[in-house]
């Protein structure tokens, strides 16, 4: 884990992201600090490891970006047969060797209900492939501390601390394509509203881990074709 995370952005940025993390600059500092202050209260490292906080930047560039899948916060995975619980900071995605989850099940299941060309299903809940072809993995915290999360069972408990990046982000997106799609997945994920316009084609959708998400048609909505092979 690269300790100075902020130091690695500005030595690499996200092909075709620089300019956007340059105007956050003054911004991810204080995020660095409040985040360090953090880990010191708890004695917890935060989730994602920190060289992953920005991983759906540098797997979708700013240009290709058609469909944006906005989420609560980073989700854990577990590798089967281990105690060993990481998140890759995409979503809902996660490493190949990792338990399937119940929401990754219902999104195959629904993609499966609805779009006849996906006809095999995964076995495995990594769906990083599609962040490379126009889907934005967007997490309204882009980091949790699981001791916080552990002790006060609060959720989203970064939430405030990435705001900026998320209002911002969600600026750009809007500027560059105005027919962009945006799904939301559950109630705390469709506050995004709050960052966008009344002209914003949004898709609300409950969370994944749902019963009722099977059968929301929320990817039967999307006005264009995306190739959800795996």
């Given at each position: 884990?690269?300790?100075?995370?902020?130091?690695?952005?500005?030595?690499?940025?996200?092909?075709?992201?620089?300019?956007?993390?340059?105007?956050?600059?003054?911004?991810?500092?204080?995020?660095?600090?409040?985040?360090?202050?953090?880990?010191?209260?708890?004695?917890?490292?935060?989730?994602?490891?920190?060289?992953?906080?920005?991983?759906?930047?540098?797997?979708?560039?700013?240009?290709?970006?058609?469909?944006?899948?906005?989420?609560?916060?980073?989700?854990?995975?577990?590798?089967?047969?281990?105690?060993?619980?990481?998140?890759?900071?995409?979503?809902?995605?996660?490493?190949k060797d990792d338990l399937i989850t119940p929401a990754i099940t219902n999104i195959y299941s629904e993609i499966c209900r609805t779009i006849p060309e996906f006809t095999d299903f995964?076995?495995?809940?990594?769906?990083?492939?599609?962040?490379?072809?126009?889907?934005?993995?967007?997490?309204?915290?882009?980091?949790?501390?699981?001791?916080?999360?552990?002790?006060?069972?609060?959720?989203?408990?970064?939430?405030?601390?990435?705001?900026?990046?998320?209002?911002?982000?969600?600026?750009?997106?809007?500027?560059?394509?105005?027919?962009?799609?945006?799904?939301?997945?559950?109630?705390?994920?469709?506050?995004?509203?709050?960052?966008?316009?009344s002209r914003s084609l949004i898709i609300e959708a409950p969370h994944p881990s749902s019963p009722t998400f099977v059968g929301s048609d929320c990817f039967k909505k999307i006005p264009?074709?995306?190739?959800?092979?795996?």
């Amino acid at each position: 884990m690269n300790t100075d995370w902020l130091e690695q952005l500005k030595q690499n940025p996200p092909n075709d992201w620089g300019e956007f993390f340059e105007s956050l600059d003054e911004d991810l500092e204080e995020i660095k600090t409040a985040l360090s202050k953090e880990i010191v209260k708890y004695k917890c490292p935060n989730e994602p490891d920190n060289n992953t906080y920005f991983a759906p930047f540098y797997l979708t560039p700013i240009s290709s970006i058609k469909l944006v899948f906005v989420t609560n916060e980073p989700l854990l995975g577990t590798i089967y047969g281990t105690c060993d619980t990481k998140s890759q900071g995409l979503g809902f995605s996660l490493r190949k060797d990792d338990l399937i989850t119940p929401a990754i099940t219902n999104i195959y299941s629904e993609i499966c209900r609805t779009i006849p060309e996906f006809t095999d299903f995964p076995t495995h809940g990594d769906i990083s492939q599609w962040a490379k072809r126009g889907i934005f993995f967007l997490t309204l915290s882009l980091s949790i501390n699981p001791m916080r999360y552990k002790k006060e069972k609060v959720q989203r408990s970064h939430s405030k601390v990435w705001a900026v990046v998320i209002r911002k982000f969600c600026e750009l997106v809007m500027s560059k394509n105005k027919e962009c799609v945006w799904i939301t997945f559950g109630r705390d994920a469709a506050s995004i509203r709050n960052y966008l316009t009344s002209r914003s084609l949004i898709i609300e959708a409950p969370h994944p881990s749902s019963p009722t998400f099977v059968g929301s048609d929320c990817f039967k909505k999307i006005p264009f074709t995306i190739d959800w092979s795996l």
